[in-house]
């Protein structure tokens, strides 16, 4: 998968107070999944799509992802899921 995307870093939460937010987790031994752990297959991804232009992908990986992992992710999401917006949180142990 391959998507082009805009990394900035920052110490704050970026808020899209009108955009729908959709939230994935994503952990290099259990892959990427929904809210409620549920693995995101192929026939899955028609509820995980984007419902909006604006809407925001949130993508929360865990410590041990690498960087190349969460590239992986980030693709997947923007690929599959038709996401414009994706903000990425490392989620503390």
Known sequence: ME???Q?????EALTHPEAEEIYFIF????GLR??????????????MKSPSPRAVAKLIVT???KME???????????????RFI???????
Do not use: C
Request: aromatic residues 10%; glycine residues 12%; charged residues 20%.
């Open 87 to 93: 903000e990425v949180t490392v989620r503390n142990p």
């Open 34 to 47: 929904d809210i409620d752990f549920h693995s995101i297959t192929d026939a899955g991804w028609g509820q």
């Open 63 to 65: 410590p041990n992802a």
């Open 7 to 11: 990394l900035l870093w920052t110490a």
């Open 69 to 83: 992992d969460i590239r992986k992710a980030f693709g997947t999401v923007a690929a599959k899921g038709g996401y």
């Open 27 to 30: 952990d290099p031994v259990m």
């Open 3 to 5: 998507a082009q995307g």
